[in-house]
């Protein structure tokens, strides 16, 4: 309820404790589309003011992911004035510490699923909207626990640093240049962003020695199963360059095909992956990922709906939902190397190629690489993907266009601030929809012109 506003919480417990992720809760018990609440799990809607009191009373507002924080909403069974809103401090701490024991067993994965699934859309969050806290260890924090857990290392300056993930540059033994990966839950600063758990740095560690061996990745040299900390080989000692970087310069790898033979060979390789829990769903992702173009087209949004369909429902498997140019290094022979994949989900397979492709358009059609130059490299990186796993021209064109807008006024991409590169970016995107661009010619043509 933390991220989502009482509204989506009573919703989202009521559906669980039924066992119905298709529930949706309606106080009208004389409704004749929609099954009622349960009386004990109905819950007024407070002000976000009463509301933080009530947690504050329970001794809820804390930094922890323990049954007792995630349910203590649906355990408290009392009656509350309306009137007055006076309630019993004592009797709802005792209320919920027994109902939630008694809820959160059953509760907890069908709750995940709810939240994940069919409310995603954070229902009456505005203002009051309120974010989980959390605590970003320094880099002296980093060092004595790695020293505690007996790995000496000296950390240097920060590479990356943020709410939800910290990379330092380090000396590891034998001199060895490492980098060390510190991971925190997110804090989303308005409503339309989704919670990222800091349980994606396991998912990302695992899947990093998973790929060992198949595509270039940092090998991992520890890391932990409590303590959302990796400490991993740093590619740039062996002549390795973020893409990010490259493209700013104005400069771009002689050809593709390596980059679409590596998306190739990571989807190919998922696709044997045994099945686990992700920190998020495919339509999750794609709410976040879509939301441009759901807006671009307010109405009946048939455009968002075709496109989510697809990406939940057609060739569904573990896919890197993040191979994009900020996480995506490259040598002298434009080998690439590949980091990042806390975010995997199940989802279309076809989505991951695409998706790393509208980066170069997206530095085209912003004016930092010559537009011809990024349409042959897309064009040698289709070829080298299709030399291993098939993809349509229409998902091809339709995935790239919705990042492309998911990126237009510069989301995460330095570089994108003036309003001539915002829109150029929108009018591609909107473009292919309006036209319904469905062949991969007819897209180059487009980025071209």
């Not at 990222?196 to 940092?218: C, E, M, N, W, Y």
């Not at 080298?384 to 064109?397: F, K, W």
Request: with cysteine; glycine share 6%.
């Amino acid at each position: 309820e933390d991220l989502f506003a009482i509204r989506t919480g009573r919703r989202a417990i009521a559906a669980a404790d039924q066992c119905n992720t298709g529930y949706s809760c309606n106080h009208n018990k004389n409704s004749q589309d929609r099954t009622p609440c349960p009386d004990e799990l109905v819950v007024l809607e407070l002000s976000g003011r009463l509301w933080l009191l009530r947690r504050r009373a329970l001794g809820l507002i804390r930094h922890s992911n323990t049954p007792r924080y995630l349910f203590n909403f649906a355990a408290r069974r009392y009656p509350l004035s309306r009137a007055s809103n006076r309630y019993s401090a004592r009797s709802e701490r005792e209320v919920a510490a027994k109902g939630t024991r008694q809820l959160a067993g059953r509760v907890r994965v069908t709750f995940s699923y709810v939240i994940n699934e069919n409310y995603v859309t954070p229902v009456g969050a505005s203002k009051e909207f309120v974010a989980p806290e959390t605590k970003i260890p320094s880099r002296e924090q980093i060092t004595s626990l790695l020293k505690k857990r007996g790995f000496e290392i000296e950390l240097g300056d920060p590479i990356k640093g943020g709410s939800v993930s910290q990379v330092f540059s380090g000396v590891g033994p034998g001199k060895r240049r490492l980098v060390v990966k510190q991971t925190n839950d997110s804090v989303p600063y308005d409503p339309t962003l989704i919670i990222l758990s800091a349980k994606g740095h396991f998912v990302d560690t695992a899947l990093l020695q998973f790929l060992d061996g198949v595509v270039r990745v940092p090998q991992v040299v520890q890391s932990y199963n409590d303590v959302p900390l990796t400490v991993m080989e740093d590619l740039r000692a062996d002549g390795f360059i973020l893409m990010s970087d490259i493209l700013q310069t104005g400069v771009m790898p002689p050809s593709g095909t390596k980059v679409g033979l590596d998306i190739a060979l990571i989807q190919s390789a998922f696709s044997q992956h045994h099945e686990f829990v992700t920190i998020t769903s495919g339509r999750q992702e794609f709410y976040e990922r879509g939301l441009e173009l759901r807006m671009a087209f307010p109405g009946e949004q048939k455009e968002y709906n075709a496109l989510e369909e697809r990406f939940t429902t057609a060739n569904q498997q573990l896919i890197a939902v993040d191979t994009l140019p900020k996480n995506m290094f490259v040598n002298e022979n434009s080998t690439p190397a590949w980091i990042d994949f806390g975010r995997s989900t199940w989802a279309d397979r076809d989505f991951a190629l695409p998706n790393c492709l509208a980066h170069f358009v997206i530095y085209a059609l912003a004016g930092s690489v010559e537009r011809s130059v990024v349409v042959e490299f897309i064009r040698s990186a289709v070829n080298g993907y299709r030399t291993m796993l098939p993809i349509d021209d229409e998902p091809l064109c339709k995935y790239l266009a919705c990042e492309v807008l998911h990126r237009w006024s510069g989301k995460w991409i330095d570089g994108i601030e003036t309003a001539q590169q915002k829109l150029a970016l929108v009018e591609f995107g909107l473009t292919v929809f309006e036209r319904d661009v469905s062949s991969f010619d007819e897209l180059c043509s487009l980025i071209e012109n």
